[in-house]
């Protein structure tokens, strides 16, 4: 199935407040209001506060005129279109189109939750990856000013150089681990997304039962090492000799 670009009438983009005033609930053309409500997908919850907020204000909805209204609204919801960009978002569904072709309604929008599933995978290894590099940015500056020869006031020796070492040994993981971990894994979970828009385009019949590689992350960072206190010894008096 091909999604066209979606073209959201006005109604539907709008997003008003359900509480109506003693002057709305005076003059609510009952039927319009249910078809601006049915065409932005609007559950029988939006009618409920509709009919409550009158009824405080002295006011009877019509049921009906309302009812009818949102009906012909949700033929306009209840679309592929819509299903797919609901989908794509990663929005719920909330089941109103029970009585619109929800069967075709359900299926394109599970093909763009298998979208949003390619997508939201790439934008999170991107994230983990821009996190880690950003990590390694700031425990870089911090182990230039402790080789600046920066000491922390209160700090003993002993602790001074346990916290190093600790800087160090995260400095390591990030760069030898964590960041190679998120740099593979964004760029192949790209590589598959780039694939899935390349079958959607020419309507692979496997659309439909696809799903991202997952990638839970590298092994987590114990903390430093006996191996991290002596390869951080041997840098130092590699720095020293040069």
Same mark, same amino acid.
């Given at each position: 199935?091909?999604?066209?670009?979606?073209?959201?009438?006005?109604?539907?983009?709008?997003?008003?407040?359900?509480?109506?005033?003693?002057?709305?609930?005076?003059?609510?053309?009952?039927?319009?209001?249910?078809?601006?409500?049915?065409?932005?997908?609007?559950?029988?919850?939006?009618?409920?506060?509709?009919?409550?907020?009158?009824?405080?204000?002295?006011?009877?909805?019509?049921?009906?005129?309302?009812?009818?209204?949102?009906?012909? !609204?949700?033929?306009?919801?209840?679309?592929?279109?819509?299903?797919?960009?609901?989908?794509?978002?990663?929005?719920?569904?909330? !089941?109103?189109?029970?009585?619109?072709?929800?069967?075709?309604?359900?299926?394109?929008?599970?093909? !763009?939750?298998?979208?949003?599933?390619?997508?939201?995978?790439?934008?999170?290894?991107?994230?983990?990856?821009?996190?880690?590099?950003?990590?390694? !940015?700031?425990?870089?500056?911090?182990?230039?000013?402790?080789?600046?020869?920066?000491?922390?006031?209160?700090?003993?020796?002993?602790?001074?150089?346990?916290?190093?070492?600790?800087?160090?040994?995260?400095?390591?993981?990030?760069?030898?681990?964590?960041?190679?971990?998120?740099?593979?894994?964004?760029?192949?979970?790209?590589?598959?997304?780039?694939?899935?828009?390349?079958?959607?385009?020419?309507?692979?019949?496997?659309?439909?039962?696809?799903?991202?590689?997952?990638?839970?992350?590298?092994?987590?960072?114990?903390?430093?090492?006996?191996?991290?206190?002596?390869?951080?010894?041997?840098?130092?008096?590699?720095?020293?000799?040069?």
């Amino acid at each position: 199935m091909k999604h066209r670009a979606l073209i959201v009438l006005p109604m539907i983009a709008l997003s008003g407040c359900a509480t109506m005033s003693a002057d709305q609930c005076a003059t609510a053309d009952w039927r319009a209001l249910g078809f601006e409500d049915g065409s932005r997908g609007e559950t029988l919850v939006k009618a409920e506060r509709r009919g409550n907020a009158c009824v405080d204000h002295g006011y009877i909805m019509d049921q009906a005129a309302y009812e009818s209204g949102r009906d012909a !609204g949700l033929g306009l919801y209840c679309t592929s279109e819509i299903a797919y960009s609901l989908g794509e978002s990663g929005r719920s569904y909330t !089941g109103v189109c029970v009585a619109h072709d929800e069967e075709e309604f359900i299926a394109a929008y599970q093909q !763009g939750l298998e979208l949003y599933a390619f997508t939201s995978a790439v934008s999170s290894a991107g994230s983990k990856l821009k996190s880690a590099q950003n990590r390694f !940015g700031e425990l870089d500056s911090e182990l230039d000013k402790y080789s600046s020869g920066h000491r922390d006031e209160g700090l003993t020796m002993e602790e001074h150089n346990n916290l190093v070492l600790q800087l160090w040994s995260e400095r390591q993981y990030l760069e030898k681990e964590a960041i190679p971990y998120w740099t593979y894994a964004h760029r192949y979970l790209q590589e598959q997304l780039d694939d899935y828009r390349i079958k959607v385009a020419a309507a692979d019949p496997s659309i439909g039962s696809l799903q991202p590689r997952g990638f839970p992350g590298p092994e987590p960072h114990d903390g430093p090492t006996s191996a991290d206190a002596r390869a951080m010894l041997q840098e130092v008096l590699g720095a020293l000799q040069r």
